[in-house]
């Protein structure tokens, strides 16, 4: 299989998992890291033994062959735009852009120059909803009708050392959170037709309690408290209520409703976790876990063991360059996700139902084998 060279910009919070996790999977070797602080690469780079580079130098490099988008959400479109004049494939962290007209545009880019667009998340790859997409299309719960998924606590000021951008257009529980939830319902079910929501904020302000910037007041600029209706292409209507206006609940993260029975599923942000269905009737039993693995536990968690295999969707665009097929973090997909929490941010402010102006098909399901070729050794339990 070809090695292909891996490029980083953007050294915050979330590059720790993509250059921890990288030499978990066959075919990507990350080489270099950049960012706009040359002192953050510089310590990235010390920490997990790659070389600094300028963003400029990094997107120069020859041995660079993708660069994944670690920026902040905003800056997504521009770094993108420039990831793919350098001639270079990209991967982005979710979301993928912030309006539709920048994913066509990067599309286009792309296409002409053929390269290849892939975007987070990929935690749908993970062995629990790779095993729920079995279950569904084995038809074992019938037709899904109908659905709840909850996104709710009280944001992110508490634990982020950083979390003012959260509060700004373009992040939001909708954008930052939301694509977790939405890209997984998308590979389950398929495609959305048409959105409606409920939006607001509970505070014009936020307090940071976190370190280091504990007391700093944030200005909310954006929705923090979102209710809305998703009405998909096969008939499903799956409720998505996405807040951080919200200090405690009971509600289960996902749950799909069949003709012929029920699913559970665990939190889409997250690999692994359990997973109940039910028959024709009111009592749930959890489902054996299958070997998948990408479902077995690898880290500790504060919750317990957690499986986390960040950049399998990365693998999985650089293997799929080499095979000549679509990756399954794809392009269609995420700018279709992109099409639907845009749409419920708009429903948001206007009141009405907005129309799905993309559509995508559902990406290839991971299986056990499949997933086994993506690592480069069998992964270890935690």
């Known amino acids: 299989m070809q090695e292909l060279g891996v490029g980083i910009i953007g050294c915050g919070n979330i590059s720790t998992a993509y250059l921890k996790l990288a ?24 920490e997990y033994g790659v070389r600094a580079e300028t963003v400029e130098g990094l997107l120069a490099a020859e041995d660079i062959d993708i660069v994944v988008n670690l920026t902040i959400p905003d800056a997504h479109y521009k770094v993108t735009l420039a990831i793919l ?47 729920a997409r079995a279950v569904i299309d084995e038809g ?47 590979q389950l079910i398929g495609p959305v037709k048409r959105v409606v929501a409920l939006a607001g904020a509970a505070t014009p302000t936020r307090t940071v309690t976190s370190e280091p910037r504990r007391g700093e007041v944030i200005e909310v600029a954006t929705p923090t408290n979102i209710h809305a209706l998703l009405d998909f292409e096969n008939g499903a209507a799956v409720t998505l209520s996405a807040s951080w206006d919200v200090w405690a609940h009971r509600h289960g993260n996902m749950e799909l409703y069949g003709t012929e029975g029920s699913l559970i599923l665990p939190d889409p942000n997250f690999f ?20 998948h693995p990408l479902g077995v536990p690898n880290q500790d968690h504060r919750q317990g063991p957690m499986a986390n295999y960040r950049t399998a969707g990365l693998a999985d665009m650089a293997q799929a360059i080499g095979e000549g097929r679509e990756h399954r973090c794809s392009m269609d997909l995420a700018l279709h996700a992109v099409d639907v929490m845009t749409g419920i941010l708009r429903s948001g402010e206007t009141g009405g139902f907005v129309e799905m102006t993309t559509t995508c098909a559902r990406p290839e399901a991971l299986g056990p084998e499949a997933a086994r070729a993506l690592l480069a050794e069998a992964p270890v339990a935690a």
């Open 140 to 186: 074992r719960v019938g037709r899904i009708v109908s659905g709840t998924c909850h996104v709710m606590s009280h944001g992110m000021e508490h634990w982020h050392p950083n979390p003012f951008f959260f509060f700004q257009p373009g992040a939001g529980p909708v954008l930052d959170i939301g694509p977790y939830y939405v890209t997984n319902l998308i």
């Open 23 to 46: 030499p978990l999977f066959r075919g990507i070797t990350v080489r270099a890291v950049a960012d706009m602080l040359p002192e953050a690469a510089k310590a990235r780079a010390e």
């Open 85 to 131: 004049e350098a001639g270079k494939h990209a991967y982005s962290e979710k979301p993928l852009v912030l309006s539709l007209d920048e994913g066509k545009h990067l599309r286009s880019v792309a296409d002409k120059r053929g390269l290849r667009i892939g975007s987070a998340p990929d935690t749908f790859l993970g062995g629990a909803h790779q095993q």
């Open 272 to 291: 692994g976790g359990t997973i109940e269905i039910s028959g024709q009737g009111p009592e749930f039993a959890p489902l054996e876990p299958w070997s």
